[in-house]
């Protein structure tokens, strides 16, 4: 195989913290003068007004690898993808990358509004450097694909954004790039339409072509990917077989203190913050460590919560998944407790899952707060938790099963066949 991206010494550096905006000439005029009498007229750049998102970046990727780029949110891999499809400049390093790149970035990427989804096709397409008849001979599949053919002539703006997916995802795939970047913005469509992007980046993938892959469900890198990088705060913890990678991952993420500190957490997105998490604890009796429960026990979380002003009603959400994404359960607030008008100020949510005989492994704990407004804050990785093997998941033969949950099952056995039953 031969090299199709090489990335060598790569940083990018952004300024962080709010700009002074002057109104007038007066302002202006205060501010140096200000500026004089402390001595601060120049300012040098200092780590306190600017942060690297990645900082000396190198590696390769091979031509037909499906390379998977893992990480918890703020470690950089969208801001690696940004530099590698060329829509942001790097500060620092080289990119070399040789054939077309099609990128899935954000929902609607590269698209107008103002253009019916027929006349982004097209574009698209030449923007990818593709002749109209090599897209003309695509154009029904791809709009097959996004199943969209009733609103291709629509104006995109008056697209869902799950149709805007759709359509961007079916382009990129389709109009036959050398390398295909995508981001998690598959998350926006429903598990049917996941499951299909997941089937063709798969054909992509046998055809020869290079994937570019970010996504935090484990499963499907563990299954689209055979290759990777896991990257934390801007730089490489680690690289290879993506197994090896992964397993690095979930590790890592065990490393959690004993009360953790949910407002530190990354926000991929900006919320509108009336209500959001500040910490949670294991409160089971009989834990073995911070973040770890032997098998059998009652699983018990401490919540907190703060609420900025009054609302008339507050949904708390719960999702227990496993560490590859997989989501097993999920709990609304409002299943549980009554909704009623909450005022400003602190508040503690205690969950107890009762009989939940989960196996031996690491699971995942995601939360969301939403008001009347919105959602208010969201952390899909809020804390992960390992259940440990113990004298009870050892009498079970729980190395003997597969799945993640045990269930209470009663059963009998007895002579003959009941009456009309199975004859």
């Not at 869902?160 to 997916?165: F, I, T, W």
């Not at 973040?291 to 919560?305: A, E, H, Y």
């Not at 708390?316 to 400003?344: D, Q």
Request: net charge neutral.
């Amino acid at each position: 195989m031969s090299t199709i991206i090489t990335v060598e010494h790569l940083s990018k550096q952004y300024r962080i913290g709010t700009l002074r905006r002057h109104n007038s000439f007066r302002d202006v005029f205060d501010e140096k003068l200000a500026a004089l009498f402390r001595k601060q007229e120049t300012r040098s750049r200092s780590e306190e007004n600017y942060i690297w998102a990645l900082n000396d970046v190198s590696f390769e990727v091979q031509q037909g690898d499906v390379f998977g780029i893992i990480g918890r949110n703020g470690a950089g891999k969208s801001t690696l993808l940004k530099v590698l499809s060329r829509i942001t400049e790097p500060t620092k390093g080289v990119v070399r990358m040789r054939g077309r790149v099609a990128s899935l970035l954000e929902v609607g990427t590269g698209f107008s509004g103002e253009l019916s989804g027929r006349e982004n096709i097209f574009l698209n397409g030449a923007i990818l450097g593709m002749k109209r008849a090599e897209i003309k001979r695509k154009f029904d599949e791809i709009v097959g694909f996004a199943e969209v053919e009733k609103f291709i002539d629509t104006p995109m703006k008056q697209y869902s954004s799950g149709m805007y997916m759709r359509l961007a995802f079916a382009v990129a795939a389709h109009l036959e790039p050398e390398i295909l970047i995508v981001d998690e913005v598959l998350a926006v469509g429903d598990a049917a339409f996941q499951k299909k992007c997941l089937g063709k980046m798969e054909e992509v993938g046998r055809e020869g072509r290079t994937i570019l892959f970010v996504s935090h469900n484990m499963e499907a890198v563990l299954s689209l990917c055979n290759i990777g990088i896991l990257i934390s705060d801007g730089n490489i913890l680690d690289r290879g077989e993506v197994a090896h990678v992964v397993e690095r991952y979930i590790g890592d993420k065990l490393t959690q203190e004993d009360t953790i500190n949910l407002a530190k957490l990354p926000r991929k997105t900006l919320y509108r913050k009336i209500a959001s998490f500040t910490g949670a604890k294991l409160l089971s009796k009989e834990k073995s460590g911070p973040w770890q429960l032997p098998f059998g026990n009652n699983i018990v979380l401490g919540v907190t919560v703060k609420l900025l002003q009054r609302v008339p009603w507050l949904e708390f959400s719960v999702a227990l998944k496993t560490i590859t994404g997989f989501e097993i359960a999920s709990t609304l607030s409002p299943n549980y407790l009554p909704k009623k008008s909450m005022e400003p100020g602190n508040y503690y949510f205690k969950l107890a899952y009762e009989n939940v005989f989960l196996t031996p492994g690491i699971y995942r704990f995601g939360f969301g707060l939403k008001t009347e407004r919105g959602l208010e804050d969201y952390l899909p990785e809020a804390l992960d938790l390992e259940i440990v093997v113990s004298e009870k998941s050892a009498g079970m033969g729980t190395h003997k099963v597969q799945g993640v949950l045990i269930p209470q099952v009663e059963m009998e056995v007895s002579e003959g066949t009941p009456d009309g039953a199975l004859s």
